[in-house]
């Protein structure tokens, strides 16, 4: 209780300007990062106290090849704005070929997608490695702002 | 004499307690019914173990007949048909009171089939193209159909027409699936010789929601041809190419869905050159068709540079209709958005993919 009570008056005194900031939509981007590259870089871009976008949610597989396309499906109808696929850069994959494939298959995605009316720049790959956190915190701010000026995205079951 | 005569009479009341069995189709071609009488003179072994009492194909049964029966009076009733319009709601929900085992039987029942494919557009484009703009259309008036019309001074009511078609579990509780696009004849009398056991010798059912006369594996199990590793470099429609008789469709580049679709048709469409369409639905232990092929496509074609596979993804002529030809209705994202289209990019944004 006690901690309501201290708690109330600091939302208070912001609540004037920050209502509206409150209540406003916020995206809801999930991403799915590998293992070996993505993670890591996203790691070092908090570790380097790099402003990333809070929006964005961190999902770690094992290699961006075992990103099914059920999971990116599955994200969206959950209630994502957009989802992030990230791997290690081409050639540099911890399981040889596993990033060619997540391309392949983001890159059908993107065409259902479209069948779907959805617009494919929802769904973003990129290629972030161990040391680019600086990398990760661009791909992040600017998929947030992409996501944001697309508006939510509201799937009809 | 009449003593006997009234014993005779009485007699055939064993016949008369037989399992009652119901079959109806809601939105569907009629291809499910025709499957059923594809098993041949089994009908006949179907009609001595069962008292059918609606069959709107094939007998004179009324909806008012199966309203004045008792709730769980019919044994088994074979449901076929996707739901599009008031009167298929309607009729789900009566057959499912009525039945004691409802069965979503072939694959619009189970997963949307055909009919769902309108999911990828919407009422007004099915309804633009139907009654004003397809080339055999005669409609000068521009005449719709109405939920409520008055034709010489009676009131006519028809169905109201959904937006979006949905399967049969969508709408009411389903006991049992029996997939395909119709079921095969030999597996829907291995259904339905199931059930006479049951009935007959008081097996266990099956567990609940269990898909009934198809396999456990993909069509890709069943397929006689030989497959290699695969590596495509492009897609060919069927009519494009003349197939290898022996080697994987997939293999030579055709659009088959065997690899995410459930086994049980014997792959009758591969065994005679035609790629697999997807029809027994998804496979055990998957959630989503569409997403399944997606993922068995990217890991075979043949290429690492996003705009060869770009490329290469150009023969895929309609991602949608060829991954969720038959499921729609069960997909992961739903329908197509309609409300509030977004523009959606002729070309994927490739450049922000190489970089």
Known sequence: MTTVTTSAPKTETSAGAASDKDTAWKPKIVAFLCNWCSYTGADLAGVSRLKWSPYVRVIRVMCSGRMDPTFVLEAFRKGADGVIVSGCHPGDCHYVEGNYKAMRRVHLIRRLLIDYGVDPRRLKLTWVSASEGDIWAEVTNEMAETIKSLGPLRLEK | ?355
């Open chain 2, 1 to 355: 004499m009449s003593e006997s005569a009234e014993k005779q009479s009485s007699d055939p009341a064993p016949a008369a307690a037989k399992p009652k069995l119901a079959l109806y189709w809601a939105a569907s071609c009629g291809g499910c019914e025709i499957a059923v009488l594809d098993i041949e003179e089994k009908i006949l072994d179907v009609a001595a173990n069962f008292d059918i009492v609606f069959w709107p194909v094939a007998m004179d049964f009324k909806t008012k007949d199966v309203e004045a029966m008792e709730d769980g009076e019919i044994t088994l009733c074979l449901f076929n048909g996707a739901i599009r319009n008031d009167d298929n709601e309607y009729m789900a929900k009566l057959l499912r009171r009525k039945a004691k085992v409802l069965v979503a039987f072939g694959s619009c029942a189970c997963e949307g089939c055909i009919p769902a494919l309108s999911n990828a557009t919407s009422k007004k484009e099915t309804f633009d193209w139907v009654y004003h703009k397809s080339p055999s259309t005669d409609n000068a008036e521009g005449v719709e159909p109405q939920i409520k019309t008055k034709v010489n001074g009676f009131d006519l009511e028809l169905p109201k027409f959904w937006e979006t078609v949905r399967s049969l579990d969508q709408i009411v509780d389903v006991d049992y699936y029996v997939p395909g696009c119709p079921p095969q004849a030999h597996q829907i009398w291995a259904v339905l010789e199931t059930v006479i056991d049951i009935l007959k010798n008081g097996k266990p059912l099956p567990p609940k929601g269990t898909v009934l006369g198809a396999g456990q594996k993909t069509v890709c199990d069943e397929c006689p041809r030989t497959r290699e590793e695969k590596k495509i470099k492009k897609f060919f429609r069927p009519h494009e190419i003349i197939p290898d008789p022996d080697k994987c469709l997939l293999d030579q580049g055709i659009l088959c869905m065997g690899p995410a679709t459930r086994d049980g048709c014997d792959a009758r469409c591969p065994s005679v050159c035609m790629p697999c369409r997807g029809c027994y639905g998804l496979p055990p232990n998957s959630r989503d068709q569409g997403a399944k092929m997606i993922s068995a496509l990217a890991s075979v074609i043949d290429s690492e540079d996003p705009e060869e596979v770009d490329k290469i993804l150009d023969g895929i002529v309609d991602p949608i209709g060829s991954f969720y030809r038959f499921s729609l209705a069960k997909a992961t994202l739903g329908r197509k958005l309609t409300q509030r289209p977004e523009t959606p990019q002729a070309q994927p944004q490739l450049e922000e993919v190489a970089k």
